[in-house]
């Protein structure tokens, strides 16, 4: 008995009343939790007096570092250029030098402006990383795959769009609701707005020939989905249609609606944002297709308050 409890024990740790246990990392939210593991233990052996004895817990940082280590080595190289556009990006977002930031995570001088060039056979330490994650309060993985910096092109910036939407919708950042039109009821505001009509068969017909082939009709294949967290007094709405009779067709729309009264009733204004039939905004597919899947998901959840999941999420961390 007591062996199976010592198994258990194994890793965990107790650090001024709050439990912890050594996390050997196998993908980067893991690697966070461990980087925030070494951190408790940093900050608790920092904190003893001389003659304090670490008992233990100098061991304890010693096999944390040694997962981190053995996860980072097994990545091999990730692209540095990435990493340093981003981190120029901030400094000159916020007004940093370099030496400020190396002040503010408590760095040596210098230590990541001559590590740090792009095109560099030199990376970043993974602690480095992590506090300027931390200190810019973004995502470690973002900090190092994505391209911060706001592209030229429209389709790329529309697909940075989409992107980060989605990134919002995995973590339940931002709400979709649901206005109906294929599977649901198609909601009374849409009813009353000029793109929709709804037939006696209960198809719902959308009216996209300013963009589309005239000689087609086009009907709702997944409910419209509208998040009103993105810009203020509009709503961003999703919406997943086809051609009337042909399965295998499917285009996206996504649009600003403004609510306003017509003919006496709620309804919305519609303005065009983008469009995947347009063969310059043809690159959004995939990310049309990722994000409607992640509203859907949401959608099917079981609903808790944004408050309730982030104490729920640091518990279990």
Known sequence: MSRQFDEAMEGRFDIYGEEYRLVEPENIDELIR???VKAALETYLSGLMHDEE???????????????KE????????????????????LRKLNLRMGELEQLIGVSAGYISRTAKENSAKKLSIDVV???????????RTLIEADLMIPNSNAKLVTQFLDKLCKQTARNDIKWEN??????????????TEVFTEEENGKVVYHANDHMNPDYKFVLADDVYTC???VDGKEFAM???????????????????????????????????????????????????????????????????????????????
Request: some cysteine; overall charge negative.
């Open 34 to 36: 461990a980087l925030e």
């Open 54 to 68: 670490p008992g233990g817990y100098d061991d304890l940082l010693q096999e944390q570092e040694g997962y981190i």
């Open 71 to 90: 996860y980072i080595d097994s990545l091999g190289e990730y692209d540095n250029s990435h990493l340093i556009s981003n981190i120029n990006y901030f």
């Open 130 to 140: 992590w506090k300027i994650a931390r200190l810019f309060e973004i995502d470690i």
């Open 179 to 192: 206005r109906g039109g294929a599977v649901c009821y198609l909601s009374d505001t849409l009813r009353n």
């Open 228 to 230: 009103a967290s993105i």
């Open 239 to 317: 919406i997943g249609f086809g051609i009337d009779g042909k399965k295998d067709s499917y285009f996206f729309d996504f649009v600003f609606l403004t609510p306003m009264m017509i003919k006496g009733k709620p309804g919305y204004i519609v303005e065009k944002a983008f469009y995947s039939s347009d063969d310059r905004f043809r690159v959004i597919e995939n990310k049309g297709e990722e994000l409607m899947h992640l509203v859907q998901s949401q959608e099917m959840d079981a609903e808790i308050s944004p408050e309730v999941r982030s104490i729920i999420a640091d518990y279990l961390k």
